[in-house]
């Protein structure tokens, strides 16, 4: 096996080792039982301190990789120590490195597009593909709740004109085989699932032929879900208040409302202190994905109210 070391790196020539070493046990490159090069050897071949090979050694035979061999050397052990598991970071890039052999891919080749994926500019915002503006409106309230990057939006017609090279694309899945066409079959895009309205939903709201409840959205789709969501759970619909949100004077229309069930956008509009039951359309299971993304391309989750307060 060929070790090489970046002296410019920001990883320390002992890590460095450590990382190859492993990887060549990992990667088959190391066999059971293969001597390592000796302090003296690696020390002279790399101009490395040899204190430098030795702490590198001692630690790969702390974590059990490696074993000594008194006045023999410094040899790989027979069985792989338990936590070399399918998911360390060691064992994926190992994979990553047997998949690109089989593929007929060169080290050299490898290490030159990882070079280029690493220095790509990072996205800075999401993009919600949907052509219907209110809509739109909703879903990216929604995201937004859980995205630490900007989260912005357009239709198919304005999508050519996005920078696709700073964009995260997100869609509903009715429009994903659309924005796929516009995108290209290769493109990355977050498919957002759709949730079903939860039980305890309505529940929430007062249910009584004394009182009326306010429903309250711009997307005529949300006004016809959440009546029907209501008139299932037993509201009267003599007692719902519903108001587009497009139409003058629609919040003076619900004061009189004990409750107001609304979607993301529209609970921005609504006053304090007014009881609010916002009814979301993305899935969980989509924003944890949405977080998941951002912590794969290194942004750091977002903080709740009480982290950013440090308490």
Excluded at 73 to 84: M, Q
Excluded at 89 to 118: D, K, M, T
Excluded at 257 to 275: E, F, N, S, Y
Aim: hydrophobic share 45%; net charge neutral; aromatic share 6%.
């Amino acid at each position: 096996m060929q070790f090489w070391f970046a002296r410019g790196s920001e990883i320390p020539v002992r890590q460095q080792l450590v990382t190859q070493v492993v990887l060549g046990i990992l990667c088959n490159d190391l066999a059971p039982g293969r001597r390592l090069p000796s302090t003296r050897e690696l020390a002279r071949r790399f101009r490395i301190h040899p204190n430098t090979i030795s702490a590198a050694y001692r630690q790969l035979g702390q974590e059990k990789w490696v074993e000594f061999r008194h006045g023999s050397g410094v040899y790989v052990r027979a069985v792989r120590p338990k936590k070399a598991s399918a998911a360390a970071p060691e064992s994926l890039i190992a994979n990553l490195v047997l998949e690109s052999r089989r593929a007929g891919l060169s080290l050299h080749e490898l290490r030159q597009h990882l070079q280029h994926w690493l220095e790509l500019r990072p996205p800075t915002h999401f993009c919600l593909i949907e052509p219907d503006e209110e809509l739109r409106r909703i879903v990216i309230a929604e995201l937004e709740r859980v995205a630490t990057i900007p989260v912005k939006g357009c239709g198919f017609a304005e999508l050519r004109s996005v920078d696709q090279s700073s964009a995260v694309f997100a869609v509903l899945p009715s429009k994903e085989a659309a924005a796929r066409e516009l995108l290209g079959a290769e493109a990355e895009l977050l498919v957002l699932e759709v949730r079903s309205a939860p039980e305890s939903m309505a529940q929430s709201l007062p249910k009584s032929r004394e009182w009326l409840v306010g429903v309250a959205s711009a997307w005529p789709g949300f006004l016809d879900a959440a009546q029907t969501m209501l008139a299932a759970a037993g509201f009267d619909p003599d007692s719902l208040v519903v108001r587009d949100t497009r139409n003058p004077g629609w919040l003076k229309d619900l004061e009189c409302t004990a409750g107001i069930l609304c979607d993301a956008a529209t609970a921005r509009m609504l006053p304090k202190g007014k009881l609010t039951v916002v009814f979301p359309l993305v899935a969980d299971a989509s924003l944890e994905e949405l977080k998941r993304y951002e912590e794969f391309i290194g942004i750091p989750a977002k903080l709740d109210a009480k982290q950013a307060r440090g308490t």
